[in-house]
């Protein structure tokens, strides 16, 4: 419980941190607090046999081993003998009700007692305790108060900070207290600092036991007629410096109420039992024969003084070693506890350690470049955790990368912070980006290619046009209809090995674009005039022009003699027989050609020099 109101009094120096705000840290957990805020929480969802909050303590735990956050268990020892009035009023028992408590007396009163190992609460501390072991968390077990236990280990440096619900961790030294933790994807952590208390309240660690004093605590009940606002005024009017001294030499006339009444003569007498103090008992309530003096002793001793293991002990050497997790003792807990085959404890602990395992190798790059030491990655005295990056996510709004992990071939890959991946390895990144560039090349050389072939076959084609139209002018003008033998098998020779490159070139795009799956924004246009023809009547010769399919393979050549070619759909350039000059066809000819995208190949038929065939191809 801790202090009577004090987290309300600390409420304004509450800060809500994020969970990563954990990482690379070193902090003590007060276990009881833990278990009764799992058990207060799962009691009405489950049974206790259930063990969820075993099972909730274990997320919890892995949470924190990726954020390579050491942390101690720290159990309670024995019940001092200053709270064994508030321990039997919890229970609600007397003396005669506690056969198992052994007592150890001195000569004055009850030391201590020892705890009821075999109750139920007990057994659950016992496997909270292997189920850190088994994740390599040692366990400190205190020699009283827990609190006070962790309170020592953070004001000796040892950690820094303390996970625990009592209040009076401050009062027995503690710097740094978190109260509440939060899992999951906006995790975070309730922290209160002893600096933001000195600052904002002006309470050091004597005003705050003069509080519980006055308010009540584990060690005494406190002073009747004394509420939170009341008692921080006296504190801040003493001061923090002698608060103390003057609680001590004045008793327990410190904490009188001012008289505000005006009224002259005998005050009231529900004014003098509320500020009458009985000397006579002690803070518990209880007859006393010992002086006020001795009282205060007691409780200011109690927490100035509290019976812990040194800095310097064996125990907490031990409980500061740094052990690996065991994963045959994991596997054995959660298969009985949470009947988990093998397979399924090492999908959620093993990608938690290897994160861990990349935060302490960023942590070792960040202290050599410190000390000047840039050393490349492969020259690290540790191997780099990550094998390669697979590829880059975003998880509600945040950069991961999903990798791959060296010597760990039970995870086959998992997704950390991209800030993790830089600060621990930006190497990896470089060779990240680079693969992927070089993935994207291969699909953009064969457009250049393409780009240069399609020019070629350009100039190939005009110069074929040029010399039709040259041939066909030669023929006007002498009257001849005929071309010499040589030439036409010339010109057939070089539109045969044309015509195969271009249905080259339209499979290779085709295929192209059927693996990119990218579609030419004129792709049905040029569809609907892959199959075009032209006609022209010129120098009263009537041209047809065949249908050529440049994707299938080359039909036979017919032959116009022993074949009669089939009658197809054209367009006449001309109205009239007459009006059809060669100016006039070469003119038409190309408006057609200009209003179709790619190229074209003009052929000379073997029968007439004017009749052409217009191939199209995208």
Not at 303 to 312: F, G, Q, V
Not at 530 to 538: A, N, V, Y
Request: proline fraction near 4%.
């Amino acid at each position: 419980m801790g202090v009577k109101n004090l987290w309300d009094i600390l409420e304004t120096c509450k800060k809500t941190l994020p969970l990563h705000h954990l990482q690379n840290k070193r902090v003590c957990v007060d276990l009881s607090c833990w278990i009764v805020q799992l058990q207060n929480v799962n009691r009405s969802h489950c049974p206790l046999k259930d063990k969820l909050y075993l099972k909730s303590l274990f997320h919890r735990l892995r949470a924190l081993l990726a954020l390579n956050c050491s942390l101690i268990f720290v159990t309670d020892g024995s019940i001092p003998g200053i709270k064994l009035s508030t321990y039997r009023r919890r229970l609600n028992t007397g003396n005669e009700a506690m056969p198992i408590v052994h007592a150890k007396h001195t000569s004055q009163n009850v030391s201590s007692l020892k705890r009821n190992m075999g109750s139920e609460f007990s057994c659950m501390i016992k496997e909270a305790k292997l189920l850190g072991i088994a994740l390599g968390i040692q366990c400190l077990d205190g020699i009283e108060e827990a609190e006070a236990q962790c309170a020592l280990l953070n004001a000796e440096s040892l950690c820094d900070g303390c996970f625990t619900s009592d209040s009076d961790a401050f009062l027995f030294g503690a710097r740094t207290v978190y109260r509440d933790i939060c899992l999951g994807e906006g995790g975070y952590v309730t922290c209160y600092e002893m600096d933001d208390i000195e600052r904002e309240l002006g309470f050091g660690r004597d005003s705050l036991i003069t509080l519980a004093i006055l308010l009540g605590s584990d060690y005494t009940q406190g002073i009747r007629g004394v509420g939170p606002e009341y008692a921080c005024q006296l504190v801040r009017a003493a001061g923090d410096s002698s608060v103390l001294q003057r609680l001590a030499s004045e008793g327990l006339s410190f904490a009188k109420k001012p008289k505000n009444s005006k009224k002259k003569g005998k005050i009231s007498e529900g004014e003098n039992k509320e500020n009458y103090v009985d000397n006579k008992r002690d803070f518990n309530g209880n007859e006393s024969d010992f002086p006020m003096e001795n009282q205060f002793s007691q409780v200011i001793n109690a927490y100035m003084k509290p019976k812990c293991h040194s800095a310097d002990s064996d125990a907490v050497n031990r409980a500061l070693a740094l052990y690996q997790v065991n994963n045959n003792q994991l596997h054995q807990i959660c298969a009985q506890y949470f009947d988990w085959p093998p397979e399924k404890t090492d999908e959620y602990i093993l990608p938690k350690i290897a994160e861990r395992n990349l935060r302490r190798f960023a942590n070792l790059r960040v202290t050599s470049s410190k000390l000047d030491l840039h050393m490349p990655i492969n020259e690290m005295p540790v191997k780099c955790p990550i094998s390669r990056i697979i590829k880059q996510r975003k998880i509600q709004g945040r950069d991961y990368f999903e990798v791959s992990w060296e010597d760990m071939d039970e995870v086959e890959a998992s997704v950390v912070p991209a800030d993790l991946v830089q600060s621990a390895c930006p190497e990896k990144i470089m060779e990240f980006r680079e693969l992927k560039a070089q993935k994207q090349m291969p699909s953009r050389k064969p457009r250049q290619k393409q780009k240069q072939d399609t020019k070629e076959l350009d100039r190939k084609l005009q110069q074929l046009v040029d010399e039709i139209e040259k041939e066909s002018t030669t023929s006007n003008a002498i009257g001849e209809t005929k071309i010499d033998a040589p030439t036409s098998r010339q010109k057939t020779v070089d539109i045969e090995e044309i015509d195969g490159k271009l249905q080259e070139l339209i499979i290779d795009t085709e295929k192209e674009s059927s693996s990119s799956g990218s579609t030419n924004p004129r792709g049905g246009m040029l569809q609907q005039q892959r199959m075009m023809h032209f006609g022209t009547s010129i120098g009263g010769c009537s041209a047809a022009a065949e249908v050529i399919d440049l994707i299938s393979p080359l039909p036979p050549r017919r032959c116009p003699v022993s074949k009669p070619q089939e009658c197809v759909e054209v367009i006449e350039l001309s109205d009239t027989e007459n009006d059809a000059t060669p100016q006039h066809a070469r003119k038409m000819v190309r408006e057609q050609v200009s209003t179709a995208y790619g190229d074209y190949l003009y052929k000379k038929s073997d029968n007439c020099a004017s009749k052409i065939s217009v191939i199209c191809f995208d």
